[in-house]
């Protein structure tokens, strides 16, 4: 049975010596707050027998708790942690270096802006430029 992404809720629980140093959406919450982030959604949308269904395949995929795992998540989040500091310094996703502004020149694209990599023509990476307007 796959389980449809709209009956799935997210929510991010941090707990011991940490505060939040910007508003956070309501589904990343600080130890006991993620109590009432569950109990705002009310509407059934799972049956009984779904629900059995899942708890038993989370208690059969979840991993051991030990050094292991903790080094291994503590690795993953450092990855997509610098990923969006990459992003947000607009790095080349791909070898580090600066995006800069470039204007297409092919016949179908031509005056179109995107942000290409300065390390090019070594690394080919390029990104629209559409989202940074927005943000910028
Ligand atoms: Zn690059």
């Given at each position: 049975?796959?389980?449809?992404?709209?009956?799935?809720?997210?929510?991010?629980?941090?707990?011991?010596?940490?505060?939040?140093?910007?508003?956070?959406?309501?589904n990343v919450?600080?130890?006991?707050?993620?109590?009432?982030?569950?109990?705002?959604?009310?509407?059934p949308i799972?049956?009984?027998?779904?629900?059995?269904?899942?708890?038993t395949r989370?208690?059969?995929?979840?991993?051991?708790?030990?050094?292991?795992?903790?080094?291994?998540?503590?690795?993953?989040?450092?990855?997509?942690?610098?990923?969006?500091?990459?992003?947000?310094?607009?790095?080349?996703?791909?070898?580090?270096?600066?995006?800069?502004?470039?204007?297409?020149?092919?016949?179908?694209?031509?005056?179109?802006?995107?942000?290409?990599?300065?390390?090019?023509?070594?690394?080919?990476?390029?990104?629209?430029?559409?989202?940074?307007?927005?943000?910028?």
């Open positions: 049975m796959e389980i449809d992404p709209d009956k799935v809720f997210s929510v991010v629980v941090f707990v011991g010596d940490s505060t939040f140093k910007t508003a956070m959406r309501d919450v600080y130890a006991g707050d993620y109590v009432r982030f569950i109990k705002s959604k009310t509407q799972l049956s009984d027998g779904e629900i059995l269904d899942i708890c989370i208690q059969s995929g979840r991993l051991r708790p030990s050094i292991r795992t903790h080094i291994d998540h503590v690795k993953q989040v450092k990855v997509i942690v610098a990923e969006k500091q990459r992003q947000e310094d607009n790095l080349c996703p791909k070898c580090g270096k600066p995006m800069i502004l470039r204007t297409a020149r092919s016949v179908n694209n031509q005056g179109k802006q995107f942000w290409g990599c300065s390390g090019f023509p070594k690394c080919r990476t390029v990104r629209q430029t559409s989202h940074r307007c927005l943000q910028r």
